[in-house]
Every structure is written in C-alpha cells, then in structure tokens.
C-alpha cells in the first residue's frame, strides 16, 4: 500500500484540478460517495441520528456532501458547522447550501452554527442526543495543538460514549507524524481519499483511525505517480511474493552459506539465536565465527550451524587478529552478519572497521557491532558492498548522538535521513520497524505486537534478514521480508500467548510462519 504525505496530497488534488480538469467539486463529491459506502457498510443507519460535525474548511465539506447523501436516505441529520455560515467558502459553501436548500424537505434534519463556547454550551445536550458522528472537522491539513471550542467539540465527542466515523483522517491526529495534535477524534472507522496517509499508519495515529477504508476519488495514476510516493505498508502478498522459492534439484549449496560472527563471555545466546534463526530461514549452510574459547560452549547450542574458533581479546570478545581466519572464511559467503553478542572491546572495533573495509559480499550489523560502529560512524564510507543496520531506538540513538526520546519522537525522517546519509538499509527495530533506503524510500511493518518486547528477538531478526540475503534476495527485499516475516511471526505465537513467548520460540515457529504467508 502507498502512504502519502499532506503535501504530496495536495499537490495531487491541486494538479487534478488545475492541470488535468477534474473539479474540486467533482473531487468532493466522489469522496462524500464514497464515504457513505463505508459508513454504510461500518455503522446501522437504520433509526439513526447522525451529527455531523463541519469545520469550514473542504472537510468540512465532505461532511456536508455525506450528510447530504444522509438525508436523501431518510437517515435524521444535524449538522453542526464549528464556525458561522459566511467564513465558509469555495467547493465547501457550495455544498453547504446544497445542505441548506435541502433542509426545508427534510423536517428531522437541521442546520446549527457553533462559532463560540457559548453557542457549543447551549447545543451541548443536543449533540449528545445523536447516536453517531461524522467528523469532519480539521481534515489532514492539522499541525498544531487543537485549541479552544474545537478541543472542547472533540472531548464531548469521544466522551459521549457513541459512535464516530472520521472523515479523511481523525480530527486532531497530525497526518504526516500520527501525533496527537493536543487532542484528537477516537474514530471506530474511518474513510481516506486516495491513499492512506502516514497519520493513519504511525503510532499513535493508528490507534485513533479504527478500521480505515481508501476511498478512489478520481485522482489520474499518472498525477500520482508524479509525487514520487517514497512510503509504503508491505501487505501479505508483497512479502510473499519475495520469499525465494526452491528448485526441484535444489540443495544445501544452492541456498547460499551465511558467515555469522557473535558472541562474547554471557551473550552466547545471542549468537546462537542468530545462527539457528538463519537455518530456520532457510539459509543452505550457516558457519558461526566465535571466540576461541566459547567454541565448548557455544558448539552444543548450534546442531545444524557450524562453528569456527576465532582469535579473541583478553576480555573473550572478537580480536582484530582474527582478520586473517575471517578473509579465509569469507570466500565461499553469499552474506555476513555481524555483531550478536560480540563485545565492544578496542580490538573487535578494530576487526569491524577491518571488515567493512573489504567484505565483498553484503553485511548485516546489529546489537554489538552497532555499538562499534557508533564510535566512528563515518567507516560506513568505507563499506565496498551493501550494508543492512539493524538498531533498537538506544542503538540509533548511539549512532546519530542523539537521545533515545528524540529517535522515538521522529523515527521516520530519523532513518531516512541515516540511511540517505551514509547509503545503508536502516532497519530501525520498534513497534512498527521501519525499513529505510538509501533512496530515501521507507517501509513500516505492520506485523508485530508487544508480545515480543524481550530478549533475543534482535538476535533472531538479524539471521533472518541474514538467511534472505543468501538465498539471493537483494538487500532491500532481504530486509523487508525478514522484518514482515519476524514480526508475522510473533503475531501467531501472540494468537496462543498474549506474551510469555521468547525469542527460542520465534526461532522454532519461523518454518510455520513462511508456510502460513505462503499458503
């Protein structure tokens, strides 16, 4: 699905209308059509009385066109215009004196002006006599703190107990961020035109959408093509179209081999995760690179990966000696991942800086590795194949020297910015892991739940991505479908432990998860 942003909408209605001849009427009443299918479909009508509440702007008109549609099918209407009728202008007055010139015919229908606090206390119980708002209030246009009777309107509304559907997006929600603008609309379902906005998408937007319909409104393909839309929401047959499919002759070499280096004394179990997760995934043949002396512990933890020792630092992490063992390693890899586990000793900063230097294959770095990285992010420069980061909001904030509360205030432009930067794929980890490239493009998952909110699940996501990689997935579909598949994952796990579940068990439900996207 395409995400837009506000702007790129409004480039897109203002070249329909200017440029290609549709009227912003004719715009207008499309949505309002094609809102009341949905409401229909969301909401019993029958013996309804519904409010709608205009602000006097084109949303505001929207509401006047599926109010009117309201009463053309007998439904009792109130439409509650949050200003006076002269400051409403354009396509917006014109249906609001369709609405007027209808109003005589339609004796249980009526017309109210709500331009001050006074006037909203004297219809206050008359609002709260309805039985389902349409809001149409802000529209997508919103992006500061809602003040004065529209915060009031907007608490009476969620207040009230009834149902509310929203037009173009919840009243109060920012829809380029999700953030709650002071205040917002708490819809049940709400109706977009032509595409979903980031607003609808993003926390905590997305708790205030409820069930969301796009609505065509008529914008030509190839106006919104010219916007260069960059923000998309994978769905189920997108990722299955990417996972590799096998031939009949198929076999172990076929499917690629994964080098993973990870682990340090007490993060043994990160390594492990990565490795078992990336056989899971269905890498042919998984080699896991640790030091020397956890080769006792870490070899009854790995069955199917294999193992090699590698030099390590006096405190048991990954030494730049290993160099050497590692090139040797690397020359039969389709793919290397990174840092699980591995310490953030001098020298296993060294041997990461060693690497990116001259890895010819891609490489994944998570958990450790970026912890390497963040001391001397500029040897991203360095990197002679693609690079897949993979952080938790502390490890971006690590990276970009900021503070984890601003990452998680802007986690998209945060990513894009990293990722268009230093020309990496930054999978930002989170609810709602963003997958952003370097072309500025970005992708929010939509699987995942907080259920997975422990230990090791990194680790797990990280021989994912891994597995994809070998099996001949460009790195920006390897990093999609290990993201959508890990956090798929999780939500089939969630379907018998609302949470409880660890990343072992991820890891055991991966082959399960692949075949339920595929089936």
Do not use: W
């Amino acid at each position: 699905m395409i995400i837009v942003t506000t702007r790129q909408m409004q480039q897109m209605d203002k070249n329909t209308i200017e440029t290609f001849g549709i009227p912003g009427r004719v715009l207008m009443e499309n949505a309002g059509r094609g809102a009341i299918e949905v409401l229909s479909d969301h909401f019993d009508l029958e013996d309804a009385r519904v409010a709608v509440m205009a602000g006097r702007g084109n949303n505001g008109g929207d509401g006047f066109v599926i109010g009117r549609y309201l009463m053309e099918m007998g439904v009792s209407v109130s439409f509650f215009l949050l200003s006076t009728r002269d400051r409403v202008q354009g396509d917006a007055r014109a249906n609001m004196d369709l609405v007027l010139d209808l109003l005589a015919e339609h004796s249980l229908s009526q017309f109210i002006e709500i331009p001050d606090k006074e006037s909203l206390e004297a219809a206050a119980e008359t609002l709260k006599s309805h039985d389902l708002f349409v809001d149409a209030i802000f529209g997508t246009g919103l992006n500061s703190d809602v003040r004065g009777i529209y915060r009031d309107v907007i608490e009476l509304i969620n207040e009230s107990g009834k149902a509310i559907f929203s037009v173009d997006i919840p009243s109060g929600i920012n829809a380029d961020t999700g953030d709650v603008c002071g205040v917002a609309i708490q819809a049940d379902a709400t109706a977009t035109f032509a595409f979903a906005k980031a607003g609808h998408i993003l926390y905590p937007g997305n708790l205030h959408t409820g069930d969301l319909e796009v609505i065509d409104i008529g914008i030509p393909g190839h106006i919104a093509k010219a916007q260069s839309p960059d923000i998309f929401l994978p769905e189920p047959h997108d990722i299955a179209g990417l996972i590799p499919t096998r031939d009949f002759n198929a076999h172990k070499g076929s499917s690629g081999h994964l080098l993973v280096l990870a682990g340090s004394p007490g993060k043994t179990g990160a390594a492990a995760l990565c490795a078992n997760a990336a056989m899971r995934t269905g890498a042919g043949l998984v080699t896991l690179g640790v030091p020397e002396k956890l080769m006792q512990v870490m070899e009854p933890m790995v069955i199917e990966p294999m193992t090699a020792a590698l030099a390590q630092t006096p405190s048991g992490g990954l030494d730049a000696a290993a160099l050497d063992d590692i090139i040797t390693l690397l020359a039969d890899k389709a793919a290397l991942a990174i840092g699980p586990g591995m310490g953030t000793d001098p020298g296993t900063q060294e041997l990461l800086k060693s690497i990116m230097a001259i890895a010819s294959i891609p490489v994944i770095i998570d958990a450790d590795g970026l912890n390497c990285i963040a001391k001397e992010p500029d040897i991203l420069y360095m990197a002679q194949s693609p690079v897949i980061l993979t952080p938790h909001p502390g490890e971006m904030a690590r990276l970009t020297g900021k503070t984890t509360a601003d990452i998680q205030q802007n986690r998209m432009e945060t990513a894009r910015h990293f990722a268009e930067k230093y020309k990496v794929i930054l999978v930002l980890k989170g609810a709602q892991t963003l997958v952003a490239c370097p072309d500025g493009a970005v992708s929010i998952c939509p699987t995942g739940n907080p259920g997975m909110a422990c230990g090791g699940m990194g680790d797990v996501l990280t021989g994912m991505i891994a597995a994809f990689l070998t099996q001949n997935l460009p790195p920006e579909s390897a990093s999609l479908a290990g993201v959508y598949v890990h956090g798929l994952c999780g939500d089939l796990l969630a379907e018998d432990h609302a949470f409880g579940f660890s990343a072992s068990d991820m890891v055991a439900n991966i082959p399960k998860t692949l075949n339920t996207l595929l089936s």
